[in-house]
């Protein structure tokens, strides 16, 4: 053998033992660290660095849109807060099971089967250790006085459940080795932490002991009708539902709150150091309402009070990714930044502000439009993800769940995460090609539609959520559904019913297909 056969022999010997990580199945031992912040009601067009056009400037979101993969046309499974969080961690849409179709309150009951695979499950099986620090909204199998269902007096503000008792079912029961919760949105009640599925400060008292029904300048305005006279009402976007709270609990720190606790977890890992890689979900309770940013953000944006606290959503992306840095593990830990829905931003406020939360589509949180359920999505693997890249194909929250599984080798069993696609491609680099074909839609109030290859069918007149008129009784010779090209109409504005009606068949047939679907 001569020398350069010699040489290129050596060479070939060293690139065939090169063995990349990512887009391979991987072991516990180089798996990445995961994690999901996962904003309450932010809207795409909130990110400065997806909108050119925002009024609200986010420079940690921004840097994270260049150093990783953000993509434009990305959909949660539902327009509110317990569907959309039920598609991410089963892989399923939300109206398949009819507990976790709509938004829930703080007393129902856990809407997740025991039975059913989940995102921590299928974690903890490749040797995750797994957590959730942060508002919870699917339910819990709380323990009461009475031995009945867990129940509020909406005119007492008060409820059955004995705080004393841990609950029997919660997120420790499908699959999270550690949990540190609110039970809902910080405008619903029982406000309380539990840890483990158990309540921190058992000693609750109502929310109006600790605050005031209204201030003194308390004026009005469209977000009211979501109160009653009940209820804590001091001026638009800040409102909370009378109830329970612990004695200890304080609405204006409970974002904070969460925030140390999922640094700390994030930290105990790293005392351990790293024995096994580690999967965090971190659901925030702002954006939603109440909007009350800390005091480092008030008056800090020129969108009020809703800019302050998407700012301080901003800041506590720097605040985890400085601790991954400090901890070493930034380069290992695949971190993804989402929202539960649209924003909930009506034309008033667009109007007030020139600042459009959803960007350049119709509606806002709630709706079948797509300001109901577009949402950003940014993720960033440093050294495995490409960076400033992005994807602008359709993409569900839902296949989060595929995309995880297959990066850690996990077998799916047949019927877990049926509406779930990986996309593990995509973030390979393959940025041309369609992920997903089509997927459907289900808003706040019942109206279902279907995107699929640049058309969009809605089986329904109006918005089907919280932009008025929800719901439009067709007229005589009228469309009775709606039908978009919204490849090229975005914004849903021309209605094409009437003019393709054996498209109008097609989608329908299609989304009855997969609605029926187990």
Known sequence: MDRCSRVLGFIFAILCSIQPTFGQNVTPSKAPNIIIIFADDMGYGDVSGLNSNSRIQTPNLDKLVREGMSFTNAHSSASVCTPSR?????????????????????????????????????????????????????????????????????????????????????????GFDYSFIHPASLDIPPYVFLRNHQVIDPEVVLTTSIYPVKKENTQYAWDKKHTDSLAVYWEKGVWWRQGEMSKSFRVESCQSTIVSEGIDFIERQAEGNFQQPFFLYLPLTGPHTPWIPTEKFKGKSEVGLYGDFVLEIDDIVAQIKATLIKNKIDENTLLIFASDNGAYWPEEEINLYNHDSNSGTRGQKGDVWDGGHRIPLIIS????????????????????????????????????????????????????????????????????????????????????????????????????????????????QENLFLSYPEKVVELSELLKKIRDRD
């Open 86 to 174: 039920y598609g991410l961690l089963t892989g399923k849409y939300g109206f398949r099971t009819k507990s976790a179709a709509y938004g829930i309150g703080g007393f129902d009951q856990a809407v997740i089967d025991l039975e059913r695979e989940t995102l921590p499950s299928i974690l903890k099986k490749s040797g995750y250790s797994t957590a959730i620090i942060g508002k919870w909204h699917l339910g819990l199998e709380w323990q009461t006085k009475d031995g009945l269902p867990a129940s509020l007096d909406r005119t007492t503000g008060y409820s059955n459940v004995d705080y004393t008792k841990p609950v029997k079912s919660g997120p420790n029961s499908i």
């Open 381 to 492: 693997w440093p050294g495995s993800i490409k960076g400033n890249v992005q994807y602008h194909h359709l993409l569900s929250l839902t296949d989060v769940f595929a995309t995880l599984a297959e990066l850690t080798g996990t077998q799916l069993p047949e019927n877990q995460g049926s509406d779930s696609e990986s996309f593990l491609h995509v973030l390979r680099g393959d940025l041309e090609k369609p992920h997903r074909n089509s997927m459907v839609h289900h808003s706040s109030g019942n109206l279902y539609a279907i995107r699929s290859e640049g058309w969009k069918y809605i089986e329904g007149l109006g918005s089907g959520g919280f932009t008025d008129p929800a719901h439009i009784t067709p007229q005589s010779g009228g469309p009775t559904g709606q039908l978009y090209r919204i490849d090229s109409d975005p914004e849903e």
